[in-house]
């Protein structure tokens, strides 16, 4: 079972900030899921919300400011102290980051006003095409992916309530589906599996979700806390499931 650390190893760093990424390839993730937006000069900055409030002490939103402007933010004192000064990166100077480990990378495209094939360039550039998964919850962005054949696996993101069933994916194209934790069954994993569907479900913190869904054959999991999870699913394997 791979482990995909959500925004960075956001558990013990700010979320999707260099710090965050680099904790999570020092707790040995098998990848990184961070979210992207549009600046208001064009570039693709990784940050989840619409606005700067909750990750910094700016304001504004994202879609508004530059990226000369957004770098200035401080990205890290919210989470603690030790972290004053972390900025909100570029997606450019994450892949360069990604590119240099064995890690793969999960862009969630959240801006409305992303050009699919501005991201799929920004990609091709570093040669990262093998190693990278556009997920979202509009359909209509993966859509666009696959309708160019970029070679990008895309997954459709699922909320609790909104679920995309294996057969419905596989006859969709879709490679991959990242659903809600709490939206899924065992025979639903069952089904991914025999139709050679991915699954890597968010967001997966607690010690006994981590066990069932390693005992049930999970492709994946989108954790806040590689760390954790990596030893979990270490002992797992070793028989020790305490």
Same mark, same amino acid.
């Given at each position: ?25 020092? =707790? #040995? ?20 919300? @619409?606005?700067?409030? *909750? ?12 990226? @000369? ?54 990609? $091709? ?27 990008? =696996? ?7 309530? !909104?679920?995309?069933?294996? @057969? ?6 879709? =490679?991959?589906?990242? %659903? ?5 069954? %065992? ?6 599996? @025999? ?5 890597? %479900? ?12 390693? $005992?049930?054959?999970? !492709? ?7 760390? *954790?999870? #990596? #030893?979990?699913?270490? =002992?797992? *394997?070793?028989?020790? *499931?305490?």
């Amino acid at each position: 079972m791979e482990i995909f650390a959500h925004r960075g190893a956001s558990a013990h760093a700010p979320e999707n900030t260099m710090a965050a990424f680099v904790a999570a390839y020092d =707790q #040995r993730a098998d990848a990184i899921e961070l979210d992207v937006h549009v600046a208001a000069d064009g570039t693709i900055v990784v940050i989840h919300d @619409d606005t700067v409030q *909750r990750t910094t002490q700016g304001t504004g939103a994202v879609a508004q400011l530059t990226y @000369d402007q957004l770098r200035r933010l401080d990205a890290g004192s919210t989470f603690g102290a030790s972290f004053r000064g972390e900025r909100i990166p570029t997606l450019a100077e994450v892949l360069d980051f990604v590119r240099s480990t064995s890690m793969r990378v999960n862009i969630e495209v959240k801006g409305a006003n992303l050009s699919e094939e501005r991201l799929l360039q920004l990609i $091709r550039d570093h040669d990262m095409i093998e190693r990278t998964i556009v997920s979202s919850f509009s359909w209509n962005v993966l859509r666009k992916m696959q309708a160019v054949d970029s070679g990008v =696996q895309v997954a459709p993101l699922c909320t609790e309530f !909104h679920v995309l069933t294996p @057969d419905e994916a596989y006859a969709r194209g879709f =490679q991959a589906i990242h %659903p809600h934790l709490r939206s899924l069954s %065992p025979m639903y994993i069952r089904r991914a599996i @025999d139709l050679g569907v991915s699954l890597r %479900p968010y967001t997966v913190n607690r010690t006994e979700d981590v066990s069932a869904l390693f $005992r049930l054959g999970t !492709h994946a999991i989108i954790t806040d806390d590689p760390l *954790r999870a #990596r #030893r979990i699913v270490q =002992q797992m *394997r070793s028989g020790d *499931r305490r």
